[in-house]
């Protein structure tokens, strides 16, 4: 079944290190997202992508970087983690605006 | 600029009572609204979605929205509540740039 799949899904490291949330679908769309969400809080847009070789800030300023190499695969990456990354990231994929977005189950970071 | 509000942060039923959670909307043109659902420490769900066509949608897990636009409210509704229905809902709309915009969310609770 098409799908979008995040690993991992919890991750617990030391500051300083460099992560990377991985992140792909199986749908061929175009558009993919990633979204930091505190607890209980509302989601919040760090990056998006409308293709291949298109990345894009979102509102929430963020210190992590993305890369869209190939459709399916939408990686985001944090050089140097600190503590105050520590949060849910949730990926997602749209086909269009009429469609919605799908996510995935997310990553839970905390960074210590 | 399009935004959705979502006025109750709390709503709490007991089990086989109906449901009704509330959205209001802010856009002059007929907007793509959609009703997410996130169980603690999960991704978002999909529940229903609205563009156009009849006002009454119908979701998935026995939910229902209707759009209403002398209103400008979008409310989901369930005949039944079950114990599992317990999460976070989500009301969000999407803007002419394929970016979604998050009501805040409202905490569903569920009395045995």
């Known amino acids: 079944e098409a799908d979008i799949y995040q690993t991992p899904r919890y991750l617990v490291i030391g500051t300083g290190k460099k992560i990377t949330l991985e992140c792909s679908q199986t749908?061929?769309?175009?558009?993919m997202y990633w979204y930091q969400q505190d607890p209980g809080m509302e989601l919040h847009l760090i990056h998006y992508?409308?293709?291949?070789?298109?990345?894009e800030k979102g509102d929430l300023s963020s210190e992590s970087t993305v890369s869209r190499i190939r459709t399916e695969h939408f990686p985001l990456t944090l050089e140097s983690a600190r503590p105050s990354h520590t949060s849910q990231y949730l990926c997602?994929?749209?086909?269009?605006?009429?469609?919605?977005?799908?996510f995935g189950s997310g990553t839970r970071l905390t960074v210590v | 600029a399009q935004s959705v509000t979502q006025p109750d942060i709390h709503i709490t039923v007991s089990e086989g009572a109906s449901l009704e959670l509330r959205c209001n909307y802010s856009?002059?043109?007929?907007?793509?609204l959609f009703w997410y659902v996130q169980s603690p420490g999960q991704g978002l769900q999909l529940l229903l979605k609205?563009?156009?066509?009849?006002?009454l949608v119908q979701g998935i897990k026995g939910f229902e929205a209707e759009f209403k636009r002398s209103q400008s409210s979008f409310n989901l509704r369930k005949p039944s509540v079950h114990w599992s229905d317990a999460a976070e809902y989500f009301c969000?709309?999407?803007?002419?740039?394929?970016?979604?915009?998050f009501g805040s969310g409202t905490r569903l609770l569920v009395r045995p």
């Open positions: 997602a994929s749209s086909g269009g605006q009429g469609w919605g977005y799908t």
């Open positions: 749908m061929g769309h175009d558009k």
């Open positions: 992508s409308y293709g291949v070789n298109s990345t």
């Open positions: 856009y002059g043109a007929t907007p793509y």
């Open positions: 609205y563009f156009s066509g009849d006002t």
């Open positions: 969000v709309t999407m803007d002419s740039s394929y970016k979604l915009i």
